[in-house]
């Protein structure tokens, strides 16, 4: 059992930035890639972001590419997720996911339970 927890979800205005936080529970985080999904109002649950177990490597959905960075401390078993020049289509339910396979684009081991972006035009 892997337990995630998202934070740093808000409303923020067009242009702004904002920083998403997970927090894993147990010791083999190091083995995980990680990766972010999220969820607009009314659309499937979509990839955002990825970094491999060790974060040699990471990946992004085009839309983001540019404007967010993944980024992850395994001493201190934490993944984030740095949004900048948000655009009203960010808004979504922000998930948190831990998976063995690598890329990070179709079904994660694990979810967290999701934090809310909100941003306003």
């Known amino acids: 059992q892997v337990q995630l927890v998202e934070s740093g979800g808000g409303l923020v205005q067009a242009g702004g930035s904002l920083r998403l936080s997970c927090a894993a529970s147990g010791r083999t985080f190091s083995d995980y890639n990680m990766g972010w999904f999220r969820q607009g109002p009314g659309k499937e649950r979509e990839f955002v972001a990825a970094i491999y177990r060790g974060g040699t490597l990471r990946y992004y959905e085009d839309s983001v590419k540019g404007r967010f960075t993944i980024s992850r401390d395994n001493a201190k078993n934490m993944v984030y997720l740095q949004m900048n020049t948000l655009k009203a289509e960010d808004t979504a339910v922000y998930y948190c996911?831990?998976?063995?396979?690598?890329?990070?684009?179709?079904?994660?081991?694990?979810w967290g339970q999701g934090t809310q972006v909100t941003v306003s035009s």
């Open positions: 996911a831990a998976d063995h396979l690598w890329p990070v684009t179709t079904i994660p081991d694990y």
